[in-house]
Antibody
Framework: VQLVESGGGLVKPGGSLRLSCATSGFTFSDYYMTWIRQAPGKGPEWVAYIGATGGNIYYIESVKGRFTISRDNARNSVYLQMNSLRAEDTAVYYC????????????WGQGTLVTVSS | IQMTQSPSTLSASVGDRVTITCRASQSVGIWLAWYQQKPGKAPKLLMYETSTLESGVPSRFSGSRSGTEFTLTISSLQPDDFATYYCQQYNGSPWTFGQGTRVEIK
């Protein structure tokens, strides 16, 4: 199982970024996928998840209306479009696979750093 | 649901028995996972459903529960175990993590 994130970087407050996560080594279309973020020195924070077929989408309150999770099962990839970025969105963003058994995360990517600063 | 870990930092020696506690602000049943994270790396799943070891995780790791208090125990600390450990509840949305317990070399 491999998950590789890309698309992070430095962006000004109010700006946008699109994160991508390319996966391999498993049947992507069988699994829910999630985005988790971790601010410097803090614990992880779950951001969003998307169901196996693209439905059943859920966001934490602080990103609703600003972030959009999507997936392309033909490309084995999941995405996070982030708009109206704020300083408090600064974090390493991980994509992670939700276990087929329950709502824990059994595989994680290496992460991509998003820095929101003027 | 808020998850509170203690201690925040723990100093121990190789061979020590180590215990980390995670308390949930309300019932999460048995739906708790533990992750290990090393500097600059992603978290790695250690255990789920309170006490079920992920494949490949050494048997020196174990988990238990008493009500809303969960415990991760390392029976004999090894050099590879120095890391930060996080609990995560997955009973209610949003899924929430503890703030972490760093296990450092004494």
């Amino acid at each position: 199982v491999q998950l590789v994130e890309s698309g992070g970087g430095l962006v000004k407050p109010g700006g946008s970024l699109r994160l991508s996560c390319a996966t391999s080594g498993f049947t992507f279309s069988d699994y829910y996928m999630t985005w988790i973020r971790q601010a410097p020195g803090k614990g992880p924070e779950w951001v969003a998840y998307i169901g196996a077929t693209g439905g059943n989408i859920y966001y934490i309150e602080s990103v609703k209306g600003r972030f959009t999770i999507s997936r392309d099962n033909a490309r084995n990839s999941v995405y996070l479009q982030m708009n109206s970025l704020r300083a408090e969105d600064t974090a390493v963003y991980y994509c992670a696979r939700k276990s087929g058994l329950a709502r824990f995360l059994d595989s994680w990517g290496q992460g991509t750093l998003v820095t929101v600063s003027s | 649901i808020q998850m509170t870990q203690s201690p925040s930092t723990l100093s121990a020696s190789v061979g020590d028995r180590v215990t980390i506690t995670c308390r949930a602000s309300q019932s999460v049943g048995i739906w708790l996972a533990w992750y290990q994270q090393k500097p600059g790396k992603a978290p790695k799943l250690l255990m789920y459903e309170t006490s079920t070891l992920e494949s490949g995780v050494p048997s020196r790791f174990s988990g238990s529960r008493s009500g809303t208090e969960f415990t991760l125990t390392i029976s004999s600390l090894q050099p590879d175990d120095f890391a930060t450990y996080y609990c995560q509840q997955y009973n209610g949305s949003p899924w929430t993590f503890g703030q972490g317990t760093r296990v450092e070399i004494k």
